[in-house]
C-alpha cells in the first residue's frame, strides 16, 4: 500500500493494528491486503440442493474454500449475483470469512436456535441450512428496515422453520429465558474488516465510536446469555480487529458470567485468509442438558377456513403432508402461516415472518405465497414446470409464458390453477394457468433483469 493510501486510515487505528500484530512483517502484509482485491464468497443452499448434484453444474467456476462444504469463491465478473438462480435461492453472496462463524456453533437439526442481531441474514440462512428444516430458528433485528432485508433473505433461500422478529434484545430474554440451544450475537462493532469493501466505514471509524460499540457489545452479550440453556452454546463474533471488542470483550464477560467459559476463539485477517477478516468465539454454560421449557400451543384439529387452507396447501404441493401433521397453522396479518409444532406463541412479539407464509383466503378461494413457492422443491408439487434459461429470466422480470412456447412442456398439464415454476431445477415462483397462457405470479416488487 502506498504512502498515501495508508494516510486514509485514522492514526488510532493503524496503531492498535501494529501492536496487535505480532512482527513488523506481518503488519506490513496487513496493510497490502487492505489495498488489494480479493475473490468474494458463495455458498450453496443445502436446503435447496439435491444430495448428488455437483455445484459445478452453476453456470460459474467456483473454487472450493477448505473445510468449508457448502463455500466457494467465485469470480467477480461472472456476477453470480444477478443470475436467475440467485433470485431462485441456489445460492447466497457472503464473505469468506464470514462463513466460518456458524461452524463454531455445531448446530444439528432439530435444535432451537437464536440469531440475535441477524440481518442482513448471511449467518442465519447458513444457520437454517444447518438445521435442515428440522427445529426452531428466531432470528431477530431490532432495525425494523433491516429487518425486512433479512426477512427477504431468509424466504429467498426457502427457509420454513424460523420466526423473523424486531425485538431489542432485552425483550427476548425476558420472553425466553433459558430457552435456546445454541445462540448467535453477531455484535454491532466499529467495522474495521469493512474497511476494504465500504470506504464509508473508514470515514465512520472513530475511538468514541469504538468505546460506544464496546458498551453497546457488552449489553447485548448479557442480553444472549440469558436466553442460553444449561449445556448450550453461544457464539460471539464482530467483523472488526481491535482486542477491546474482541478478547477483552469476551474477558470481561466471563468475568460478568462465571458460569460459561471459554471454549474456542478464531481470528481471522485478510492477509491469512480469504476473506475480510472475522472475529469469533465459542462459549459454553456449564452444567448439563436440562429439560427445556415448552411454550407452545397445543395443536388443535383444523376447522372452517384452516381446513380449506390445508386443503389447498396439500393439493398444490402435497409433499408438505408432513410438515402440515406436525407444525402449527396461525392466521397472521391475514396471512396463513406454518409453524414448527415447538414453536413458541409469537403472541406479543414484533414478527415479520412466522414461520413458512403459506398464502391467503380470497373471496373463498387460495392464493398460494411467494415464500410457499421458494420453500418447495418440484417434486414435493402436484405440478411443476421447467423453464429454461431465457424463460426464467422472463418469468423474473414479470412476462407470462405461452404455453405453445414452452421449451420443456410436461405432461398431463392441468388446465387451469397454479404450478410451481423452476428454472434449473430450483423453484422461482408460482404461475397459473389459463388456456393458452401462464400468468406470472412473481411479487411485482421482485421483479427485475437478471441473466442467464
Not at 432470528?139 to 420466526?163: F, P, V
Not at 449489553?219 to 477491546?244: H, M, P, Q
Not at 480469504?274 to 395443536?299: C, I, N, T, W
Not at 410438515?323 to 403472541?347: F, H, M, R, T
Request: glycine share 8%.
Amino acid at each position: 500500500m502506498t504512502a498515501k493510501g495508508i494516510m486514509e486510515y485514522p492514526k488510532e487505528f493503524l496503531q492498535s493494528m501494529r501492536s496487535l500484530l505480532e512482527t513488523e512483517e506481518e503488519y506490513r502484509d496487513f496493510l497490502k491486503s487492505l489495498g488489494s482485491q480479493k475473490s468474494p464468497g458463495l455458498r450453496i443452499n443445502p436446503l435447496k440442493w439435491e444430495k448428488d448434484r455437483d455445484p459445478d453444474s452453476l453456470p460459474f467456476h467456483l473454487t472450493p474454500i477448505p473445510e468449508l462444504p457448502w463455500g466457494f469463491l467465485y469470480d467477480p465478473d461472472t456476477r453470480p449475483g444477478k443470475h436467475v438462480l440467485h433470485e431462485a435461492g441456489a445460492y447466497y453472496l457472503q464473505d469468506p470469512d464470514a462463513m466460518r462463524i456458524v461452524p463454531l456453533m455445531e448446530i444439528r437439526p432439530g435444535e432451537r436456535v437464536l440469531d440475535l442481531c441477524a440481518a442482513p441474514g448471511g449467518k442465519s440462512t447458513q444457520i437454517a441450512g444447518e438445521l435442515q428444516g428440522e427445529g426452531l430458528l428466531v432470528s431477530n433485528e431490532i432495525h425494523r428496515e433491516r429487518a425486512k432485508i433479512l426477512s427477504s433473505n431468509l424466504e429467498r433461500m426457502g427457509t420454513r422453520n424460523c420466526i423473523v422478529c424486531n425485538e431489542e434484545p432485552e425483550s427476548l430474554a425476558e420472553r425466553f429465558p433459558v430457552y435456546f440451544d445454541k445462540v448467535l450475537c453477531d455484535a454491532p462493532c466499529s467495522g474495521e474488516g469493512m474497511f476494504r469493501k465500504n470506504p464509508e466505514a473508514i470515514s465512520e471509524w472513530s475511538p468514541e465510536n469504538v468505546e460506544r460499540c464496546i458498551a453497546r457489545q457488552s449489553e447485548i452479550l448479557d442480553r444472549a446469555a440469558k436466553t442460553v440453556r444449561s449445556g448450550g452454546v453461544l457464539v460471539y463474533s464482530t467483523c472488526t480487529f481491535n482486542k477491546r471488542e474482541n478478547e477483552e470483550q469476551i474477558e470481561a464477560f466471563l468475568s460478568r458470567h462465571p458460569d460459561f467459559h471459554l471454549e474456542k476463539t478464531l481470528r481471522l485477517f485478510p492477509h491469512r485468509s480469504a476473506g475480510e477478516g472475522h472475529f469469533g468465539a465459542k462459549l459454553v454454560r456449564d452444567g448439563s442438558p436440562a429439560a427445556m421449557p415448552f411454550y407452545a400451543e397445543q395443536r388443535k384439529t383444523l376447522k372452517g377456513t384452516e381446513a380449506e387452507v390445508r386443503e389447498a396447501v396439500m393439493k398444490l404441493a402435497p409433499g408438505l403432508s408432513g410438515a402440515l401433521d406436525s407444525g402449527k397453522l396461525v392466521l397472521y396479518k391475514e396471512q396463513y402461516c406454518l409453524l414448527p409444532g415447538s414453536a413458541p406463541s409469537i403472541d406479543r412479539l414484533k414478527v415479520l415472518r412466522p414461520g413458512l407464509v403459506l398464502g391467503t383466503m380470497k373471496k373463498d378461494r387460495f392464493e398460494p405465497a411467494h415464500s410457499l413457492a421458494l420453500a418447495l422443491k418440484p417434486h414435493e408439487t402436484s405440478c411443476s414446470i421447467s423453464l429454461s434459461g431465457e424463460e426464467g429470466v422472463r418469468f423474473v422480470r414479470g412476462e407470462a409464458i405461452s404455453l405453445s412456447s414452452l421449451s420443456n412442456p410436461p405432461e398431463n398439464l392441468p388446465k387451469k390453477g397454479f404450478v410451481l415454476m423452476t428454472c434449473g431445477g430450483f423453484s422461482l415462483g408460482f404461475g397459473k394457468l389459463t388456456e393458452s397462457r401462464i400468468q406470472n405470479h412473481y411479487p411485482r416488487g421482485l421483479r427485475k433483469e437478471v441473466i442467464c
